[in-house]
């Protein structure tokens, strides 16, 4: 079975912290993606790799940055935390070979900044 | 005008009902459909996807994707308090998905 963990479940910090959010799969997919979960707004792509040292901005990539340093581990970091990034945030990976839509997500963290 | 379009429910039904979920879409390239399920406090995981139009059944479960209408569909027959859920759509031209908001199913006894 594909595993995809994430660092912590629920997470709180304060306004203006720097936060790591951190994702490992454990099944050599080559295309890693993090999300934001929103009531009413569904999932948007922050951010997403296909490859190491790869990234290509998602849908809303203000405040956030990535990283991608070893091919299971892709990690969100948000420079600055502030209130409307109050969110869930899911990490999902997929083979390069099955396109983007069997992915495989993580079980998500709940951000709370304060 | 958002590019894919889910009613978000919430959909209450007794168990036993032929649940009907859709979605619909404005851009023509999408290729693949998808369905994903997500329980509560866990992340989304792909229950069919679908390529291009037609049919698809697994189980309880059909997928229908009509192009022509931009629209797709997922049922569930049969429906269990299992079932209780919320049902994503997506959809894929290329590397991303594009997800529908999500609509919330409660089955109950």
């Known amino acids: 079975d594909v595993k995809v963990t994430q660092s912590s479940r629920y997470l709180v910090k304060r306004t203006g912290e720097k936060v790591f959010l951190e994702c490992v799969q454990d099944?050599?997919?080559?295309?890693m993606f993090w999300y934001r979960q929103d009531p009413g707004l569904g999932l948007r792509l922050i951010y997403f790799?296909?490859?190491?040292?790869?990234?290509e901005k998602g849908d809303i990539p203000e405040g956030y940055s990535v990283s991608r340093e070893k091919k299971e581990r892709f990690s969100l970091i948000l420079e600055s935390a502030s209130t409307n990034q109050t969110s869930m945030y899911l990490c999902?990976?997929?083979?390069?070979?099955?396109?983007?839509?069997?992915?495989?997500f993580g079980p998500g963290t709940r951000l709370t900044v304060t | 005008q958002k590019e894919v379009e889910q009613d978000p429910g919430p959909l209450s039904v007794p168990e036993g009902a032929i649940v009907s979920l859709n979605c619909t879409y404005s851009n023509s390239a999408f290729q693949y459909f998808m369905w994903y399920r997500q329980y509560s406090r866990k992340g989304p995981e792909l229950l069919m996807y679908?390529?291009?139009?037609g049919n698809k059944e697994d189980g309880r479960f059909t997928a229908q994707v009509d192009k022509s209408s931009k629209y797709i569909s997922l049922f569930i027959r049969d429906s269990q308090p299992s079932d209780s859920a919320t049902y994503l759509c997506?959809?894929?031209?290329?590397?991303?998905?594009?997800f529908g908001t999500g609509t919330r199913l409660q089955v109950f006894p």
């Open positions: 999902a990976s997929s083979l390069v070979n099955s396109g983007a839509y069997e992915q495989y």
């Open positions: 997506a959809m894929s031209a290329r590397r991303k998905l594009i």
């Open positions: 790799s296909y490859d190491v040292k790869m990234k």
């Open positions: 099944m050599d997919h080559e295309n």
């Open positions: 679908t390529y291009s139009s």
